[in-house]
Each structure stands twice: as C-alpha cells, then as structure tokens.
C-alpha cells in the first residue's frame, strides 16, 4: 500500500541553524501538507500546498518557514533560522483533493538545542 | 477565539461496548470534518469524514454524526477492540484549504 515517507525521523539541531525536513507524498496525490505537534499537544497546521504553491498558510508559518516541490517528489519544509520552540514532531500529509483523506507520514521529530 | 476542542480528555470502555467521542467546533463555516486516530510514536490515521451537507456518514464500525445546528461533531466506534485504544482528534477543514485539530481524546478498551 502507497504511503508517505519523511526523513530524517530525528533531527536535532543548535538553535539559529537551518533544517530542512524532506517528505515524499503518495505519487498521484496533489494535495500535500505540513503539521506539527508540540510533545503532549494537539496537531498544528502549517502550511497546504498545491499546484506548485501555496493554497494556505497558518500564523506559525512565518518568513523563517518554507516549503517547496523540487522535483515533483520530494516535498521538503525549510526552517531558516530554528528556534527553541520549533522543537516538535512535523508530520506532511497528502491527499488526492482537498475534500479527501489525507494521508499523514510517520513525522520527524525535531530537537533544538 | 475559533477553536476546535474535545469534551472529554480520557475516556475509558469495556472491550466489546460502543464508545462515542465528542467534539464541539465553532467555525460555523467550516465545511469538512474529519476524525483521525493517533497511536503513540506514529501519525494521525484517517478514520472517517463527513462534509458539511450531511448529517451522518457510516464507516466499518465508525460513525460520524454532525450536528451542524450546536456545531458539534461524534464519532460512535462500536464493538470497540483493545487496538482501538488511541488519542482521538476531530479536524475541521476552514475557509480555503486549512485544517484545524481539537486537542485530542486518550481512548483506552479495557479487555
């Protein structure tokens, strides 16, 4: 059974650097996504994307974030300067549409030191 | 402000008997619901769905009923199975294309 993929399951990082968190969505899914969750709290959305940009975007997805598509199967979110509340577990999901199952990925788990 | 929240934090059954998890949101125009399972250390799984011109959408063993009047969403598991034992979210789906998850319900089957 198709699934989603998203590596690396643990990154741990010093506060200030870049990550990058790489997922690779169901293959014929256009619909594609970034959630977190803070250890003990409910999913957070992040970011939906679609047709190669941007269909919505919550209040955490601020200029240190973004997502992009490079090469139609790797769907990578971009932290550009990580903080020590960015520490969570980040889960991408997809779906074919946007009224439609969304498939999430096992997460990465992210640690900021 | 707008939220999606869960009546009860934990709920504990009988193996074998019907358990119903409740959620109440408050975005009156939000236009998709959906009910996912979480176990510990893996991803939300979707388990049902229900658009916003139904009133009830049955699954294998999964109910969703929605109440759109009080704005309040159930999922009725039946014959609930120790490997049903999980957190539990409702998500709405708002204007355009943004999910929002309630804090969540710890289901646990006692066998």
């Known amino acids: 059974e198709p699934e989603v993929t998203q590596t690396p399951s643990h990154q741990v990082t010093q506060m200030g650097q870049e990550v990058i968190l790489r997922c690779v969505p169901i293959s014929n899914h256009l619909y594609f996504y970034w959630y977190r969750q803070i250890l003990g709290q409910k999913v957070e959305f992040l970011v939906s994307?679609?047709?190669?940009?941007?269909?919505?975007k919550s209040e955490i997805f601020d200029d240190q974030f973004s997502v992009e598509r490079p090469d139609g199967s790797n769907f990578t979110l971009k932290i550009r300067s990580t903080k020590l509340e960015d520490s969570a577990m980040y889960f991408c999901?997809?779906?074919?549409?946007?009224?439609?199952?969304?498939?999430f990925g096992p997460g990465t788990r992210l640690t900021v030191l | 402000g707008e939220s999606v929240g869960l009546h009860l934090p934990t709920l504990s059954v009988q193996e074998g008997d019907n358990s119903i998890i409740n959620c109440a949101y408050s975005?009156?125009?939000?236009?998709?619901f959906i009910w996912y399972k979480q176990e510990s250390g893996k991803g939300p799984q979707f388990i049902i769905d229900?658009?916003?011109?139904?009133d009830k959408r049955q699954g294998q063993r999964v109910t969703v009923l929605l109440n759109k009047t009080v704005k309040h969403l159930s999922l009725q598991i039946a014959a609930t199975q120790p490997g049903d034992s999980a957190v539990y979210f409702c998500a709405e789906r708002k204007a355009g294309n943004q999910f929002y998850f309630g804090t969540g319900t710890s289901l646990t089957v006692i066998p």
């Open positions: 229900i658009r916003s011109n139904m």
């Open positions: 994307f679609y047709n190669n940009e941007i269909s919505e």
């Open positions: 999901a997809s779906s074919v549409w946007d009224y439609n199952e969304q498939f």
């Open positions: 975005n009156s125009a939000s236009d998709y």
